[in-house]
């Protein structure tokens, strides 16, 4: 497992964190969806928040928020990922409701990619951040997002760093759930299935190669259609949406994440080599020490990263 390759992040990472986290924080959008990757991000803040020295006041997802009552210093935390933009707009659309329940708090966005389609929307985003009246921190994941940012939004903080997944404590985490190492025969494609696929027409791949997206989206699991339920029964009592909320939060993050993140990584511990048009696919089969081979996504998100903090190391490549 690549537990050197994760303490170099770290050094990028946290000295940067530490600095712009300056108070407590209520953490947001976190993702309490089957994709993994996000899950990663947000297991792989959960490994190094002990190391910022301010407390998590509450965590939100976008199914879980309702403003909390906080001082104006209280830091607002954005999850990092790639959704800073309108190709998934839901997530920019919550950062604004945020930002309109707290105008005078600071922000820090980890790190993210950015992509607007949308020229008019982007300006639109531009005169809406330039509103907020307290500090806003901007993390990137790659240098053509930083470009952007510090391009066209005229009050933010942009800083270059690492995805968080990169941090990802692989290690410690398949220790805790007896997840045991090995290196295991054959191949697997982790092949996205939404907007951001690309036609895959002319690359030659092994044969016999498996291929499937992360498995909790491929096919829904028992945890899954459980706590659906639950929230349905909730739904149906009067005055449980307190209630409601947080058994959200707290199920995913407690039982569905480890569940989903543990089955990923027995997954591809059946194979040697990994190829991947997911991010977080290709991370995580890096640092499990696979060999790994990136497919570019929809609009170069992929080799954005791979190419800011990966393109130096052995056993990842990008076709």
């Known amino acids: 497992m690549n537990n050197a390759y994760r303490h170099r992040m770290l050094d990028y990472l946290l000295p940067t964190l530490c600095s712009i986290i300056k108070t407590d924080y209520v953490l947001l959008d976190t993702c309490l969806i089957t994709n993994v990757g996000d899950l990663l991000i947000w297991q792989a803040f ?72 949308s020229k008019e929307k982007m300006e639109e985003d531009v005169r809406s951040y330039a509103k907020h009246n307290a500090d806003i921190h901007i993390c990137l994941r790659d240098a053509a997002s930083f470009d952007i940012i510090k391009k066209n939004y005229t009050n933010v903080h942009p800083y270059l760093l690492p995805d968080l997944a990169l941090v990802f404590d692989v290690e410690t985490y398949c220790r805790k759930h007896c997840i045991e190492n090995r290196v295991g025969d054959g191949s697997l494609l982790i092949k996205r299935k939404d907007k951001e696929q690309v036609e895959l027409d002319g690359y030659e791949f092994p044969k016999n190669m498996i291929e ?8 829904e699991q028992p945890v899954q259609k459980a706590y659906k339920s639950i929230i349905l029964l909730l739904k149906k009592i009067p005055y449980t949406g ?17 569940k989903y993140i543990t089955m990923s990584i027995m997954d591809m511990m059946q194979y040697k080599y990994i190829y991947s048009t997911r991010l977080h696919g290709g991370v995580l089969a890096f640092l499990l020490g696979k060999e790994t081979v990136f497919i570019d996504n929809s609009y170069r998100k992929i080799s954005g990263v791979y190419e800011e903090w990966m393109s130096d190391c052995e056993n990842v490549r990008m076709i």
């Open 46 to 117: 959960e490994d190094i928040k002990t190391e910022i020295p301010h407390k998590c006041l509450h965590a939100f997802g976008i199914e879980t928020y309702k403003a909390p009552k906080i001082d104006k210093n209280v830091t607002l935390v954005f999850m990092g990922g790639g959704n800073f933009g309108d190709l998934w707009e839901r997530h920019q659309i919550f950062r604004h409701r945020v930002m309109e329940d707290f105008p005078d708090n600071p922000i820090v966005q980890l790190p993210q990619s950015v992509w607007w389609e």
């Open 212 to 219: 499937h997206d992360w498995l909790p989206m491929e096919e």
């Open 242 to 258: 307190k209630l409601r909320r947080y058994f959200m939060q707290v199920f995913f993050r407690k039982i569905i994440m480890p």
